[in-house]
């Protein structure tokens, strides 16, 4: 009896690096992952990242490329899904729940985190930047103006850093962080901790 195996479609295979790089890039950031060690995470050898992708400065903007498009991606469907009032709390809400619904995944906020403070690098700074600004004209969809889309913003980036430092898995070991915690999160936080 023979066994059937079944090729990886070359989209499949770019896929599987790409998710593994997420995970490997999470854990120690651009300068300090290797292209073997997403390689060892995808279960494939370096040689043949670097065949797919090139180097890992490639790789690494890919990866990011990726992950930013996802938050923007996800904006611009929230906005599309139903009518959205510049000035209604409610609307902002649900764009703020499905930012943080995305960003609970911790790979995905390491790996914008990482980006973000690897912009020195001029390809991953090229990205970085267009990537924002994607988001700021994205979000002009909803009619605000612009002091309203720059606070939205820094709010996810104030959320951006209390996740990546735990905050909300440590409620109760500060009181003022406890607070900030839960003032900056709100309804959201039942997601991210167990109630």
């Known amino acids: 009896m023979s066994t059937r195996t079944t090729r990886m479609k070359p989209e499949e295979r770019r896929a599987l690096v790409l998710d593994a790089g997420v995970r490997a890039f999470a854990r120690t950031g651009y300068a300090g992952t290797s292209t073997d060690a997403v390689a060892k995470e995808a279960g494939v050898s370096q040689p043949y990242v670097v065949r797919i992708f090139g180097t890992k400065l490639d790789l690494f903007c890919a990866v990011f490329d990726q992950v930013m498009g996802r938050i923007v991606g996800a904006f611009r469907e929230e906005i599309e899904s139903g009518p959205f009032t510049a ?44 990537r924002m600004g994607e988001v700021f004209e994205v979000l002009r969809r909803t009619g605000a103006d612009d002091e309203r889309i720059r606070d939205f913003i820094g709010y996810g980036m104030l959320l951006n850093v209390m996740l990546a430092m735990r905050a909300p898995e440590f409620l109760g070991e500060k009181p003022g962080l406890s607070e900030l915690t839960r003032c900056a999160f709100g309804d959201a936080l039942p997601l991210l901790t167990d109630g």
């Open 87 to 130: 000035d209604s709390e409610d609307d902002w809400g649900r764009l703020g729940m499905r930012y943080t619904e995305l960003v609970v995944d911790r790979d995905l906020l390491l790996v914008m985190m990482h980006g973000i403070v690897a912009s020195a690098e001029p390809a991953i700074g090229t990205i970085a930047r267009a």
